[in-house]
C-alpha cells in the first residue's frame, strides 16, 4: 500500500484517492474485460512465484496492490481512509478485523492496505479454494476455509481457527454477515468477532466498505460485471479494546459501519424490513 501510495502521490488527511485518468481507454467499452484479463496476469505471475518456492504472505500483499492497479486501469476510483490505525496498531501486536462484506472486490484488496503492517489471514468460503492457481495465492495466508452450509460447523471453525493466528501474532479478517450483499442488516452482522477477540484479547479494527462496483455475477458469483460509475471505498476505524460483555462495543462497531454505508447512500434494512432507510 504504501508504494501504492508513493506512486501515485495522492495521499493525504483524508486517505488515498485514485487519481484521475487511470483509466485506459479499453475501459471506458468493456472496463470487466480490462480488470479481468489484468487480473489473470497477476494470478499467473503470482502462481509461477509459488512453483519456484518464491512466494509468501508478503508476496500476496503485493499481488493485492497490482490488483488495485488493475481496478484503476478498468476505470474503478478507490477511496482509502484510516489506514493510519492498522499501521498503529501493528506496532502493538495483532488485532481482528471485522467489516461488512459487498463483493469479491474486498477479498482482493484488503490485502494490499493490511499486509504492508501485520501478517493476514482470512475467513473464506472453501468454495474460493476451488478455483486453479488462485487457491494457491490464498493458500499462502493460510486461509480459514467455512462451508457455509453448516453454521455450527463454521462458527467452530472460525473460532479456533481466529484464536490459533491471533496467539502466533497474526491478524484475523472475518465478515460477520457471513454471505455478500448490498444490504446492511444490523441482526445479521453477528457477534463471532466479539466472541474471538475477548478469547483471544485483541482489540477489532472495524472497517466500512462499499464495493459494489464489482458486482456478484449471475453465472459465476465471484466474477461479476464491472461498473466504474460507482465509487469503492474502505474506512478503518479506530482499535476497540473490549470491555464487560463487548455488548456496547458491538454495537459502536454497527454503528460505525452503518453511518459509513449511509453517507455512500447504500441500503439500510432495519429490524427484518426489506424496504431501504436509503437508496443504492
Known amino acids: 500500500m504504501e508504494k501504492i501510495l508513493s506512486n501515485n502521490d495522492k495521499s493525504n488527511d483524508n486517505g488515498y484517492l485514485t487519481p484521475d485518468g487511470k483509466g485506459s481507454f479499453l475501459a471506458k467499452f468493456f472496463p470487466g ?113 467455512v462451508s457455509q452450509e453448516n453454521p455450527r460447523e463454521d462458527f467452530k471453525a472460525m ?43 485483541v482489540p477489532i479494527i472495524p472497517i466500512a466498505l462499499k464495493s459494489d462496483a464489482w458486482a456478484i455475477g449471475k453465472i459465476l458469483p465471484d466474477f461479476g460485471k464491472i461498473d466504474p460509475s460507482k465509487s469503492t471505498h474502505f474506512v478503518f476505524g479506530e482499535p476497540i479494546t473490549l470491555e464487560g460483555n463487548g455488548k456496547a462495543q458491538h454495537a459502536q462497531i454497527l454503528d460505525f459501519v452503518e453511518g459509513y454505508l449511509k453517507q455512500w447512500e447504500c441500503t439500510i434494512v432495519t429490524n427484518g424490513d426489506s424496504n431501504a432507510d436509503t437508496n443504492s
Open 33 to 145: 474485460w480490462v480488470l479481468y484479463t489484468n487480473i489473470a496476469g497477476v494470478f499467473w505471475g503470482s502462481w509461477w512465484q509459488i512453483k519456484r518456492g518464491n512466494y509468501d504472505q508478503s508476496d500476496w500483499g503485493q499481488s493485492s496492490c497490482r490488483i488495485l492497479q488493475s481496478a484503476e486501469k478498468a476505470g474503478l476510483r478507490v477511496h482509502i481512509q484510516g489506514i493510519e490505525y492498522v499501521q498503529q496498531q501493528s506496532e502493538a501486536g495483532p488485532c481482528l478485523f471485522l467489516a461488512n462484506h459487498m463483493s469479491t472486490f474486498e477479498t482482493f484488496l484488503l490485502p494490499c492496505m493490511i499486509q504492508s503492517y501485520t501478517n493476514l489471514s482470512f475467513v473464506v468460503k472453501k468454495s474460493l479454494m476451488d478455483y486453479p492457481i488462485f487457491s494457491e495465492i490464498l493458500g499462502t495466508c493460510n486461509p480459514i476455509t
Open 159 to 201: 473460532l479456533d481457527g481466529a484464536i490459533e493466528r491471533l496467539n502466533s501474532g497474526v491478524s484475523v479478517l472475518i465478515f460477520p454477515q457471513g454471505e455478500r450483499t448490498n444490504t446492511f442488516n444490523r441482526n445479521k452482522f453477528n457477534t463471532i468477532g466479539i466472541k474471538i477477540a475477548k478469547k483471544a484479547q
